[in-house]
């Protein structure tokens, strides 16, 4: 997906609110907001928005000298969702479809996303979950999804945010998990999960989980490690997490599934669905 | 007053929003947005907003070619207005306090603000005025409006945008006219008003009007021509409408009523109300 002219007072906004978060020095915020916008007046509009953000981050990174920006919320929205797992599982189990409820609930974690909200708390996430709770999704999409589950042996289940991963857990048990790796970010931007979120919340012990080499928030291939790559070749079935894998990998020739909540307008736009929407949606190039 | 951070996404939202209104050619549109970047990346944070919105819209007259590209916008304002103008001088004539009420209809007009609003219509303009009848504004301000006009000789009235000058009017027929200059931009720049937007909206059949000079859609004197310099050392008071007037006249040590909507967060937090209040205050300076 191109970056939008829309997507560019955002990536001010983001960059913003994340150099905040990071740090109390105007004169810090300063040079990063100066350097941003720079950097953005030379972007290739045809590199999807991820491609930008990751760019912004590195600039955040570099001016306030810390390599993970985001490892105090990252840890907390792990141990928020660890709290309510419990809960998750239990709403599964009871479910008159576990593998509906488990997708969409898999879909409400997406909310903690600190690239497009600012804050993401304990009543977020639980009007995020009666949400899920309160729609449905394509039947014959989740039909597909199950027979295509069935039939993969590679199945890539691309991972998003720190605390969001909780979110998968029970989505994970109802499938086939010895085919599943679960991937992560290969290195810190914004909250995206990494291999320590990941084994912090407990990943590990349900499946393979790898990285993917780079430090897009998103899947952006070409930026992504060689061994990465391979497992994408190889893989038959993906399952894609939120906006940034979305805006990567929306246009792959690929059988690739996407749960994410349509959190901007240019997504929604883009996916034809209001603002705010869950969604579960089969990759348009792989329908042709 | 300084630009905050906060404004950078706003300035980039702005050169959109207004370079999408000029040319539908996308390519236009990118160089736009690009040299606006690259213009901010530069900025002095310590000029007023106004000052980086002149380069922004300096900017878009460049590339796009137009010298007035909001030439409609603002004649259809001034014809919305004009057929709204019995009606706002019936209300005046009617009203219990006639100049509270002309105050309230003069800061109810500043909702025609193509700088922070996309689209300004009848709709909007019916909410803004029913918005000015039913609000109160503190007495104190009003009465000591009055004495100071009583004893003023030399009265400048700051002008905002174009079809917004019409709601002035009730307000002007109220007050010493022979006394008042009222005051426009002294070149297009987003919907502000010129002379010929003032010539349309009949202003010089009541009172004296002059133009400061510049391009800049506030007051920054530095950028004003001498003689609108000579004008503004000699007032003894001074009415000064908008956002553009505030952001450039707040920390000046003058007589300034300012008249507003304040539309933007940083605007509400600078003078300690809500988002979309109707302002009508005394310069803090003056007050010292």
Sequence with gaps: MRTHFDCIPCFLRQALDSVR????????????????????????????????????????????????????VKAGSTQMALEILP??????????????TAIRLSIAGNIIDFGAISEVGQEELSKSIEQALSIGLDARTVAEFQSMVYEAQHIL???????????????????????????????????????????????MDLVDVIDNGSDVPGTLLAACSRSF???????????????????TLSGE???????????????????????????FRKGWQSIL
């Design 21 to 72: 978060l990071v740090t109390m020095d105007k004169s810090i915020q300063e040079e990063v907001l100066r350097k941003t916008l720079r950097s953005v007046s030379e972007m290739n509009f045809s590199d999807p928005p991820p491609a930008m953000a990751r760019k912004v981050h590195r600039i955040i990174r570099a001016y306030t000298g810390q390599s993970d920006p985001y490892i105090s």
């Design 87 to 100: 809960e998750l599982e239990r709403l599964v189990t009871q479910a008159r479809n576990p593998l509906s």
């Design 157 to 203: 289940f691309l991972g998003d945010n720190a605390g969001e991963l909780v979110f998968d857990r029970p989505l994970l048990q109802l499938l086939p998990m010895d085919r599943i790796t679960y991937v992560v970010r290969g290195a810190p931007v914004i909250n995206d999960a990494t291999l320590a979120d990941a084994q912090a919340a407990g990943m």
């Design 229 to 247: 790559q391979e497992y994408y070749k190889k893989a038959d079935l993906i399952v894609a997490k939120g906006q940034g894998n979305y805006e």
């Design 253 to 279: 020739n690929k059988h690739i599934f996407f749960l994410l909540q349509a959190k901007c307008s240019i997504i929604s736009h883009s996916l034809g669905c209001a603002q705010g929407t869950f969604v």
